[in-house]
T-cell receptor, first 119, second 111 residues
Framework: GAVVSQHPSRVICKSGTSVKIECRSLDFQATTMFWYRQFPKQSLMLMATSNEGSKATYEQGVEKDKFLINHASLTLSTLTVTSAHPEDSSFYIC???????????????FGSGTRLTVV | DAKTTQPPSMDCAEGRAANLPCNHSTISGNEYVYWYRQIHSQGPQYIIHGLKNNETNEMASLIITEDRKSSTLILPHATLRDTAVYYCIVSRGGSQGNLIFGKGTKLSVKP
């Protein structure tokens, strides 16, 4: 079945630095990728949607200059949290919707998530 | 995308069937019902999805009412590993739409 690999699984960074999270579709072409954020004991919140080769579409209230999304290829999307602060500490999850023989018929496959802690 | 309503929590005895309800009274004709679950600190896992007809796979069964305003996810023989938060989502799916998560149902399977 379709597999999405997300790295790193856990990262600790200092306040003011930037962190990059990678999301790769391993056996299918991800035409669209989604980035979510999840705070403790809360549900997933959609941050942005990115289509390969296009600028990402951000949900209301999500700062596009702070959360930089790049979807330069059909198998890789990255989320960069710039100038991270403790309030950015969260669980970040990517999801890919693809095309091709490697995808399942449901279209949405999730990565395993990245736990970001900003100290 | 349409909103869904689920009970915040449910308990189920190990080995028994777990029936998780979901209301989606504003679902549109071209929207699917998706079920995902999330085990603590992991990414959501796909369970099943359907449009109109009932569906069954190796994990679960999905029963959709005739008016499509509600559905039930059935785990036929719940195990301790089925303890998770279960999300019912309606979406156009395919090449359009996205998955907007509600609060889900926390299912606790007890020995």
């Amino acid at each position: 079945g379709a597999v999405v690999s997300q790295h790193p699984s856990r990262v600790i960074c200092k306040s003011g630095t930037s962190v990059k999270i990678e999301c790769r579709s391993l056996d299918f072409q991800a035409t669209t990728m989604f980035w979510y954020r999840q705070f403790p004991k809360q549900s997933l919140m959609l941050m942005a949607t990115s289509n390969e080769g296009s600028k990402a579409t951000y949900e209301q209230g999500v700062e596009k200059d702070k959360f930089l999304i790049n979807h330069a290829s059909l198998t890789l999307s990255t989320l960069t949290v710039t100038s991270a602060h403790p309030e950015d500490s969260s669980f970040y999850i990517c999801s890919a919707r693809g095309s091709g023989t490697g995808t399942t018929n449901y279209g949405y496959t999730f990565g395993s998530g990245t736990r970001l802690t900003v100290v | 995308d349409a909103k869904t309503t689920q009970p915040p929590s449910m308990d189920c005895a190990e080995g028994r069937a777990a029936n998780l309800p979901c209301n989606h009274s504003t679902i549109s004709g071209n929207e699917y019902v998706y079920w995902y679950r999330q085990i603590h600190s992991q990414g959501p896992q796909y369970i099943i999805h359907g449009l109109k007809n009932n569906e069954t796979n190796e994990m679960a069964s999905l029963i959709i009412t005739e008016d499509r305003k509600s559905s039930t996810l059935i785990l036929p023989h719940a195990t301790l590993r089925d303890t998770a938060v279960y999300y019912c989502i309606v979406s156009r799916g395919g090449s359009q739409g996205n998955l907007i998560f509600g609060k889900g149902t926390k299912l606790s399977v007890k020995p």
